[in-house]
């Protein structure tokens, strides 16, 4: 017998790639892009007391700092089996703490906070947070039933119908005055404006965002944000009713909390109340994945959301 021993031919599996969630992947990083492009050169070629341009200037700050910054970072936390209503809320929650995190190292550095600082900050961010999305390999997202997007799609109707109307029902009240007055002081550069405030300074974040990208506020543009996150605060609980007792539970927790009045109140205001609800709500359910599937990276998001919650 010649030479080394012949072995039979042994089958190598073909590598393939799953092109769904690299198409997520792309998607993502393309819209990351029209968001980095777009909104410096909508915020510094407009007027800033026009008030035709005053609602895209809204969106477009509450786009490169908010919601972009969440969606990015969901798709870095990779977290496995997620379905899009929970990548959703979990976006809308951790953007908010990137928010407040912009706002809290734009007001650390020494001066006035001005609106190129602010973008800058936030913009920097997003593309730092863009290029570790390139980086890393995408998860794709688990398939939701058609039933529950109708049930969520209806309190997301219920609660945004309670919440988002009339805004502007009232001039704003003595506890909204001081945080737009806190907000004002520290675009000025005083130091201790955030210190000097009696509450969390998370409520004062969206209000300074506000403030400095439109140099005015308006009961209407102030208290959207709040509103919104309310919203998402109705769907976390629905969310996680959901995975503690099953479909029905999850959509009627969803309908009282939608409906409830002291929430519903606290949801139109300039407040830390409705930041708070959805970020606690969205801790119970990571830390309820987490003893369900022992993953750490649940963990820890739980622990930075609830770390959060508490300078609110």
Excluded at 74 to 91: E, S
Excluded at 229 to 252: P, Y
Aim: glycine share 10%; proline share 6%; with cysteine.
């Amino acid at each position: 017998m010649n030479g080394s021993p012949t072995h039979p031919r042994m089958e190598q599996p073909i590598m393939t790639l799953d092109a769904r969630p690299r198409g997520q992947q792309w998607l993502l990083l393309a819209l990351a892009g029209f968001v980095l492009s777009a909104v410096p050169m909508l915020l510094y070629t407009t007027r800033v007391l026009d008030a035709g341009v005053m609602w895209p200037r809204w969106v477009a700050m509450l786009a490169l700092a908010w919601w972009l910054p969440g969606l990015l970072l969901v798709a870095l936390w990779r977290l496995p089996d997620l379905d899009a209503p929970t990548g959703g809320v979990l976006a809308l929650g951790l953007g908010w703490c990137w928010l407040v995190l912009g706002v809290l190292i734009a007001h650390w550095w020494p001066g006035p906070i001005s609106l190129t600082a602010l973008i800058a900050v936030y913009w920097v961010g997003a593309l730092a947070l863009s290029g570790l999305v390139l980086k890393r390999p995408a998860r794709p997202w688990t398939p939701t039933p058609r039933t529950r997007w109708l049930w969520l799609a209806a309190l997301v109707i219920l609660a945004g119908v309670l919440r988002l109307p009339g805004l502007g029902y009232h001039e704003f009240h003595y506890d909204e005055v001081l945080v737009l007055t806190r907000a004002r002081e520290a675009i000025r550069g005083e130091d201790d404006a955030f210190a000097r405030h009696t509450k969390g300074p998370g409520e004062l974040a969206a209000a300074t965002v506000i403030l400095r990208t439109l140099e005015t506020a308006d009961e209407r543009t102030t208290r959207l944000p709040f509103g919104l996150l309310s919203v998402g605060a109705v769907v976390t609980v629905a969310l996680l009713g959901l995975r503690l007792f099953g479909e029905r539970t999850g959509f009627w927790s969803g309908v009282l909390l939608g409906a409830n009045g002291f929430a519903l109140g606290l949801s139109r205001i300039v407040q830390y109340q409705a930041a708070i609800l959805l970020l606690m709500a969205l801790v119970v359910l990571a830390a309820w994945e987490f003893a369900r599937r022992g993953q750490l990276r649940w963990l820890a998001l739980a622990l930075i959301l609830s770390g959060f919650g508490t300078v609110m």
